[in-house]
């Protein structure tokens, strides 16, 4: 929208670059161009303001395919207006010289004028294509055919538009076909899923298999190892057995022989000293027998006093001891 100001009963029009102005004054051109700024009297002047900048236009609507299913097509066409003189004869844009505003709505026109016009060039593709083929090509056909139609005809050249790009956004049918179509999709789709997930579980069931089998093979290598093991710890214990009897034996046996050679020293000594004793007593007998009786007497007292308790006085009577010396000098034994 050009910007205008007022300065004492004049007007001045500021543009921007992508706005085309059109200045008549009293029926005749005065300014015409992109991004002008001029004064001018607003009870002579006419403006129009033509944008020449591209501009998007969203367009849905609706057809029906061969096979009489109804679809929506969204699409976006691009345009500019290339020749501003010839759309502002055409169409009106024209703009108060007051606030700059356009009088009519020519952009609101232009936009019915592209969207009815690729309404039809779409409906005519569509009309003979099948909803499956519409949905697998038909963008590109409806894109093709949007875009040349438009090219093609006669009406938006000579109000000096230009078509820049076309794009067909989707072909959809109503939801309810959309998801009758859409369930042999989910089903296939389901289908390998549930394969892949059989497959994975037949995947993980075959694993742990081999895992299973694993253990069990190691359980059985320990249990074969651990006999291994009670065999060997009990050869080891029976020859400990048969080496602490073995040692037993040889201890057992040394100390028999000990015990015998002792008991025969000792009875070789016993021997020895029995002997000796006899002959000691032997001699002492041969001594004895060979004594005086009165010596053996006096031995015998002697002896005798030995193993008596001691005494402290002896009183004799002359009686007894001339008994005494009587018997000494015949030798007789008291």
């Known amino acids: 929208m050009a910007d205008i100001s007022r300065r004492f009963g004049w007007r001045h029009l500021r543009s921007a670059p992508t706005s085309h102005i ?8 005065a ?50 207006i290339s020749e501003p003189g010839s759309a502002a004869d055409r169409l009106d844009f024209s703009i108060d010289p007051d606030t700059g505003v356009w009088r009519g709505d020519p952009l609101e026109q232009l936009s019915t004028l592209l969207t009815e ?22 963008v590109a056909a409806v894109r093709e055919r949007i875009a040349a139609g438009l090219a093609a005809g006669h009406r938006l050249p000579a109000t000096g538009i230009e078509i820049v790009a076309v794009r067909v956004v989707a072909i959809r049918p109503e939801p309810e076909v959309e998801r009758a179509l859409r369930t042999p999709a989910r089903e296939r789709i389901q289908q ?25 093979a190691s359980r059985i ?9 009670v065999e060997q710890r ?46 000691a007593q032997a001699a002492w007998l041969q001594v004895h027998g060979e004594a005086d ?30 008994t005494l010396l009587a018997r000494l000098g015949r030798g007789e034994r008291p």
Do not use: C
């Open 293 to 322: 009786p009165a010596t053996l007497h006096a031995l015998a007292a002697t002896r005798l006093a030995e193993n008596l308790p001691r005494v402290e006085s002896l009183t004799l009577s002359p009686d007894v001891l001339t």
């Open 221 to 229: 290598e320990l249990a074969r190892r651990e006999e291994q093991l």
């Open 192 to 216: 390998e899923a549930d394969r892949a997930t059989y497959e994975r579980r037949a995947v993980a069931v075959e694993r742990e298999r081999a895992i299973a089998e694993n253990e069990l």
């Open 31 to 80: 300014h015409d161009g992109a991004g002008l700024s001029f004064w001018f009297k607003p009870l002579s002047a006419a403006l129009s303001e033509v944008p020449v900048n591209d501009r998007e236009l969203a367009m849905a609507f609706h057809a029906r395919t061969a096979d009489f299913q109804d679809v929506t097509v969204q699409a976006t066409v691009t345009y500019r």
């Open 22 to 29: 059109r200045h008549h004054k009293n029926g005749r051109p």
């Open 234 to 279: 009990g050869t080891n214990t029976r020859r400990e057995a048969e080496e602490e009897a073995a040692a037993d034996a040889v201890r057992t046996e040394a100390e028999a022989a000990r015990t015998v050679r002792l008991a025969r020293a000792e009875a070789e000594a016993a021997r020895a000293s029995g002997e000796a004793r006899a002959g």
């Open 117 to 138: 016009t690729a309404q039809q060039h779409a409906l005519d593709v569509l009309a003979r294509t099948a909803l499956s083929d519409a949905l697998a090509d038909g």
